[in-house]
């Protein structure tokens, strides 16, 4: 069971493949117009990224996967929804890129220390 997500609940089910769940919560989150704070669905319709792969999904994933994507989800709790959408939408292309997966949209790179410039 994930300590962030505490409704979830165990399975005996095999788990999708981490960097697999990964791009499938990215194409979720993508759908959605928003992500709510704080728990899997917001009872108005919202969903966090790992609820917006559920509702569109289901599927059994790894509790520190869950527990991953649900830090990153709750990470900004001052931010309106859609922001928190394109935060984790950044999130989650710069995790798939740097794991050899080619995305569409804008490329994410880091180069140098945290503020600096990469001349891009």
């Avoid at 966090?48 to 994933?61: F, K």
Wanted: proline share 5%.
């Amino acid at each position: 069971m994930s300590r962030l997500r505490p409704e979830t609940v165990n399975s005996t089910d095999q788990a999708i493949p981490d960097m697999t769940a990964l791009y499938a919560i990215y194409g979720a989150v993508k759908a959605q117009d928003g992500l709510c704070h704080g728990k899997l669905h917001d009872g108005r319709g919202a969903h966090c990224a790992i609820g917006s792969l559920w509702a569109s999904s289901p599927g059994t994933l790894h509790a520190s996967l869950i527990d991953e994507v649900a830090t990153v989800n709750d990470a900004v709790p001052h931010m309106t929804p859609r922001q928190r959408k394109a935060y984790v939408l950044r999130w989650l292309r710069w995790k798939l890129q740097g794991r050899g997966f080619t995305l569409l949209g804008r490329h994410v790179t880091y180069w140098g220390r945290p503020g600096e410039r990469s001349g891009r």
